[in-house]
């Protein structure tokens, strides 16, 4: 069946000048910024755009809609948070009874940390993935849904994440053992390379030979099976990387903040980051940090109303998909005709 | 009182009927899901909410008009129906010719709106709605007791699934429902007003999620949040008997709630998360779903 409307962008000609353009603006934006803006406030966004931008990569280039990201991103927060602040780790497994296998680890610096929260959320990526990509369309969602509920469920239940308390009070370290991240300033460059280098990843992945493939898969399945893709592969690795790079996202997020809680891999965490997408742009380049800047601005100005942020949240979700489909950046480029 | 595998049989049968009880909430919504995604194409991520939607018309009619449980029964469902026609009129039918993901983009959305107003008002505890009279009370069957609520809930879902399921495969009406999930264009060329058929379709989808509502409000607590996660639950159920089969949907909710309340006996801690392994298993063995046709 050839779907009549695609998710994401159309494919949009030639390569312009705009994203080298777009990008130096941001990155400006990025130096000039914390002169005007709490620094903390910055960072989280940035994590939160770090996150539409990986989840982007999976919409936005392969069409396919995860509703399970939270996953990745809470649980690389709760691994991260756990090597900062404890590092030893213990493995149950059965054997006549439950026994430990434990790994004793000094707590460790926060760049160890981060890199072990990614590794997690990879390694849960290639899981819940080859899972996943067993059915497509609405059924992929569903599972990933499902299974990221599962995980949710874990993390209440087993004891290194502390339940409703979270992990708390994560020190924040020194970074390669010089750089004293408790300096809000520090931590706040290291945030911003971060998310620079993740991005430009991004870029790099979202326009190589391998990119491309997984555009053809988007625009029509079977024909990139008839052209000789082994599909299936391709859309597993995209998974994977669209979990590691939401990885880098929650364990850097956790470092940040010194926390890692419930509320990061739970459903409506799941729900926001799809909404940062879709009120961006689905498969624009600079669309989910748009996003991200827009929903954490947005829900930073309505903490006062409580409950009715859900119903905000939701009645944005009606709007973009009924009247806005191209999001913020996707309507900027088309009345610009650039690509962005 | 007698154990089997060192478990009373209290006990046992004690979990194994709150299993079949959560087993006919599973088959109620799975099955209006189907029905739903069969004529729309679209998954209702609303349904949860139009299930709590179901329980607090209850309370409502209750509360101001002191109509009881069994006029709830009646009324909440087509309460419920109501809206449902009305959401898929201002919102879902513009949705038909794009990608099915849209339609699960928005009902989302209108889910969260529906129990976000819930929680602004009712907060998140829960309100408490009594048995009716007349299905208090319960019977000693020797090896466990069993309340007349929780028997007739069970009896009460089951009897509709299967109405239900006449209806679709046995009755004109059903055939050209089916015809109309086939090829909606060539049934329209018949002369059957197909649109007003999905609109009715929605409207009767979501109506039994309401009845789920009221079914659901004496056993659990009337809250806001009662279907957030009972309908990720269902999506598992779901996937697991793949949407292709009306009586697959039944069969699978009421199994998988029996297997849910067999793993509270013997492993507690994983009662949660057994569906979604289930789900897991499922899809590595037989991807289309255990009653579906492969995609």
Redesign the interface.
């Known amino acids: 069946m050839v779907?009549?409307?695609?998710?994401g962008a159309p494919a949009t000609p030639t390569r312009a000048w705009s994203e080298p353009v777009a990008f130096a603006a941001m990155v400006l934006l990025l130096v000039v910024l914390p002169a005007f803006v709490y620094p903390v406030f910055l960072m989280k966004a940035l994590c939160f755009a770090l996150f539409a931008c990986a989840f982007n990569l999976l919409?936005g280039y392969v069409?396919l809609?995860s509703?399970g990201h939270a996953l990745f991103f809470g649980w690389a927060g709760y691994v991260s948070a756990h090597l900062a602040k404890v590092g030893q780790l213990s493995f149950p497994f059965w054997a006549g009874g439950w026994q430990w296998i434990v790994i004793p680890l000094p707590p460790l610096p926060p760049e160890l940390a981060i890199l072990g929260g990614t590794a997690t959320a990879a390694l849960l990526g290639l899981i819940v993935g080859s899972?996943?990509i067993?059915?497509?369309?609405?059924?992929f969602?569903?599972?990933t849904?499902?299974?990221a509920?599962?995980m949710f469920?874990?993390a209440v239940?087993a004891p290194f994440t502390h339940g409703e308390d979270g992990i708390q009070a994560v020190p924040r370290g020194r970074l390669f053992g010089l750089v004293d991240l408790s300096n809000q300033t520090n931590m706040y460059i290291t945030v911003a390379v971060i998310f620079l280098a993740s991005f430009l990843m991004i870029y790099r992945i979202i326009n190589s030979p391998f990119g491309e493939v997984l555009k053809a898969i988007r625009e029509n399945e079977p024909r990139a099976i008839s052209l000789g893709y082994r599909t299936e592969r391709y859309k597993l690795m995209a998974f994977v990387l669209s979990a590691t790079f939401a990885g880098v996202a929650g364990a850097t997020k956790a470092i940040v903040f010194q926390l890692a809680s419930l509320t990061d891999v739970d459903?409506p965490m799941s729900?926001e980051v799809?909404l940062m997408t879709?009120v961006g742009g689905l498969g624009t380049i600079f669309g989910p940090v748009v996003g991200g800047f827009f929903v954490v601005t947005m829900e930073n100005y309505l903490t006062s109303i409580?409950?009715?942020?859900?119903?905000v949240?939701?009645?944005?979700?009606?709007f973009?998909?009924?009247l806005f489909?191209r999001g913020i950046v996707g309507e900027l480029a088309r009345h610009l005709r650039v690509r962005l | 009182m007698f154990e089997i595998f060192g478990v009373s049989s209290q006990a046992l049968f004690g979990q194994l009927l709150i299993g079949l009880i959560n087993g006919s909430f599973y088959a109620l919504l799975s099955l209006g899901l189907a029905v739903i995604?069969g004529m729309l194409n679209i998954?209702n991520f609303t349904h949860g909410a139009q299930y709590m939607l179901g329980a607090f018309v209850a309370i409502f009619l209750l509360q101001y008009a002191e109509l009881g449980y069994w006029w709830a029964l009646i009324v909440a469902p087509l309460v419920v129906g109501a809206t449902g026609i009305v959401i898929e009129r201002l919102?879902l039918r513009?949705?038909y010719?794009?990608?099915?993901?849209?339609g699960?983009?928005?009902t989302?959305?209108?889910?969260?709106?529906?129990?976000?107003?819930f929680?602004?008002f009712f907060g998140s505890s829960g309100l408490p709605y009594s048995v009716p009279p007349s299905l208090t009370g319960g019977q000693n069957l020797g090896f466990m007791f069993l309340p007349n609520y929780r028997a007739w809930v069970v009896a009460a879902s089951l009897a509709v699934c299967l109405a239900t399921w006449f209806v679709i495969e046995r009755t004109k009406l059903g055939s050209y429902l089916r015809a109309a999930t086939e090829n909606p264009t060539l049934v329209r060329a018949f002369g059957i007003n197909v649109p007003r058929m999905i609109t009715l379709t929605y409207g009767f989808g979501v109506g039994l999620a309401g009845l789920a509502g009221v079914m659901a409000a004496p056993i659990y607590n009337v809250s806001p949040q009662m279907g957030?996660?009972l309908i990720?639950?269902v999506?598992?159920v779901?996937?697991i008997g793949g949407m292709g089969s009306i009586l697959g949907a039944i069969v699978t909710g009421f199994g998988l709630g029996l297997i849910e309340g067999l793993t509270k006996v013997f492993f507690p801690?994983a009662s949660?998360?057994v569906?979604?392994?289930v789900?897991?298993v499922v899809?590595?063995i037989r991807?289309a779903g255990l009653f579906g046709r492969s995609?």
């Open positions: 779907a009549a409307a695609q998710v919409i069409g809609l509703f899972i996943a067993r059915r497509q369309g609405i059924y969602a569903m599972i849904l499902a299974l509920q599962m469920f874990f239940q459903w729900g799809i879709l409580g409950q009715w942020v859900f119903v949240q939701g009645s944005i979700f009606v973009c998909v009924l489909r | 995604f998954i919102f513009w949705l010719q794009l990608d099915h993901l849209y699960l983009l928005l989302f959305g209108l889910a969260l709106i529906l129990e976000g107003t929680r602004n957030a996660n990720i639950v999506f598992a779901v996937v801690e949660n998360t569906i979604f392994v789900m897991a899809l590595l991807p995609t």
